[in-house]
Structures are given as C-alpha cells and as structure tokens.
C-alpha cells in the first residue's frame, strides 16, 4: 500500500492544544460493525461488559528534554530517547553542528555531559556523577511535549501529561488513550466487573515520525522496551475464560500484547518491539481498542487500519473532522471493536 493511502487533511483548529478541565470529559467516538456513534467518554462504562479485561500502559513520561551548550558555547538541545542504565542514555542532540565523540556538554547549567559516540540517529551520552540519570532527569529536565503542542510545558502539563495509573518510568511521551481516566472511572470498571490488568511498554519519540517512504513496506519501524506481566497474562486468560473481550487502552498497550505473541501464545516477559502493524496483520491478542485520533501518515494510523479495516477508519478521521472532534495527545477518543471481516481493507 501506499503511504498516501493513509492521509487525510486536518484543520489545525482542532489539534488540541490543552486538556480538557477533568479527566473523562472528552468525547468519544464508538465504530462498530461499520456504524459511528457519537459518545462521551462516560460512555465506557456502557460500552463495556463484565468479563472484559482492560489492558493499560503503565508507562511513566520522564523529563527528557535539556537545553545547555558544547565547549565550543554552541548551544544545544538534548532529548532523551532511552535511559540505558544509571548514567547512559541514547538521545537526540540538535545543535547547529553535530557534537564529536569524547566532546563535553554542559546542561541546565548543572549537569556535565559526555557524548560517547553515535547509534544511528542517536547519540550515546553518559552522565558525569554518581547520581542516576532518571534523578538528574526529574531534577533539571523538562516535560517532551509532542511537535504539535505549540506552547512550552506547565504545571498543568506536568500533571495532566501523564496517567494516574503511570508507575514504570522510561517513556518520552504518554499513552494518551489512558489520560481520560480518572480513579472514579478505573473503580466504576471494577465495579461493573471489568478486570484491569498493566502492561508496560516505554513510548519512543518516534511514535511522532510520519512515514516517508512512498511504499509503507519500505519505512523502517523505530524500536520500543515492552514488558508483559504474568499477571496480564492471567487476567487475559480468565477473561477469555468467561467470555469476555480483551480492550487495549491505547497503540502502546495493543503493541506490546501482539509482540508478546507472535508465537500465537500470549507470552509474559520483557523485550524489545519493532513490530509495524499494517492492513492485512492477523490481530492475536485484542479484541477492541481505545485510541486517540492519530497523525496522517503515521504508522499508528496505519494500524488503526489494520484493525478497524482501512475504509471504516478513514470514514471515521472523516467525521471526526466534520463533527469538530479534537485531536492527538490531549483530543477525544475512539472505541473500536475488530473488524475480522475486513481484512485490512
């Protein structure tokens, strides 16, 4: 297929730029066997039965982003791509030129900085000191908001850029589908007999990359940590058990069970994932997805395709957008049962 298959044009008006006041207000669109309905996002609770598992990504968003300067005074700006152990990180370094291996930096004015060498697009940077980077990051780094929010992070973003079930630090950028929640909605789920169940997998920033090659064959997925519980793995079994559904809250939570089973057996443990999930992928694992509305483009489009059938789901970024529906990080939502007939078409 053709990356252009997967475009569709977006007013920039309704990319969203803030939260809504409350977690939950949001709105959310239900796609189901080829019908739209319009919901709120209280809506889950009817959406979903008593069996179900819900599937969330406990990823925490760490602050990967720092500004400072090279020895030569050039400036720089840092973005932590992954934590590698206590004082070594691979990041993206934008300067006016690229800084030379054993070369130093200095951050936020505190923090001295050691480029290592290169690993393809990224460099390999370790932190001076005994202290762990993760601390350091907490301390003088600051939140990686997505290219598309126009405005620097605040406090609100600082507490709203992250779940309230967010536990496992390493992400540079949130789960959104699981910003709707709040406790009260998580215990009302209970309540009504949903099982909850974590997995983790660490958002890079590539998840922001359009595709770009002119054939979605030829793009080269970017890789992501993933790690599956046994206990995930058990709350999925007993809730096929008892006929219920398995609902992954959001790409992330879907992407990290379909790597899990690959071998057609949802397998606990932990892993890397470069899985690129496009129309005509055999889905093992979930049975419906809550996503955000994503990039044009994107590989995440691609796989909202994949799963809900390629004509469906651009009808459905169609009336989004006819209906004023707000998009990306901190947008509305989708409730999208598996289109098994459509084969990716």
């Not at 050691?114 to 393809?120: A, I, P, Q, S």
């Not at 370790?126 to 908001?145: I, S, T």
């Not at 999925?236 to 089973?261: D, K, Y």
């Amino acid at each position: 297929m053709r990356t252009d298959e997967f475009d569709f044009v977006l007013p920039e008006q309704l990319i969203a730029q803030h939260p809504q006041q409350q977690r939950g207000a949001s709105r959310l669109l239900y796609a189901h066997q080829g019908a739209l309905e319009d919901c709120r996002f209280a809506d889950l609770l009817r959406l979903t039965r008593s069996g179900d598992v819900l599937v969330l990504n406990d990823t925490r968003v760490i602050k990967a982003r720092l500004f400072g300067s090279k020895q030569s005074g050039g400036k720089v700006e840092v973005l932590v791509e992954r934590v590698l152990d206590e004082h070594q990180v691979l990041a993206q370094v934008r300067a006016s030129h690229a800084p030379k291996a054993g070369s130093l930096l200095l951050l936020a004015d505190a923090l001295a900085v050691e480029v290592l060498g290169r690993d393809g697009e990224f460099f390999r940077l370790r932190f001076a000191g005994d202290e762990p980077v993760l601390a350091l990051l907490e301390r003088y780094g600051r939140l990686p908001l997505p290219p598309y929010i126009t405005h620097a992070a605040d406090a609100q973003d600082e507490r709203r850029y992250q779940t309230v079930f967010a536990r496992a630090a390493g992400a540079v950028a949130a789960p959104t589908a699981g910003l709707h929640f709040d406790e009260a909605m998580l215990q009302a789920l209970r309540g009504k007999g949903v099982r909850i169940a974590h997995v983790t997998l660490h958002v890079g920033a590539g998840t922001f990359q359009p595709v770009r090659a002119e054939h979605i064959r030829e793009h080269a997925m970017h890789s992501e940590r993933y790690e599956i519980p046994q206990a995930a793995v058990d709350a999925i079994a007993q809730a096929r058990a008892a006929g219920g559904r398995v609902i992954a809250v959001g790409t992330t939570s879907l992407r990290a069970l379909e790597s899990a089973a690959q071998t057609g057996v949802l397998q606990a443990g932990s892993g890397e994932t470069n899985i690129f999930i496009t129309p005509g992928y055999r889905f093992r694992v979930v049975d419906v997805l809550l996503t955000n509305f994503h990039l044009p483009r994107s590989t995440l489009l691609m796989l909202v395709c994949a799963f809900g059938g390629v004509g469906q789901m651009l009808a459905a970024y169609r009336h989004a957008v006819e209906q004023e529906y707000r998009f990306f990080s901190y947008g509305d939502a989708m409730f999208i049962e598996r289109n098994d007939d459509a084969y990716g078409t």
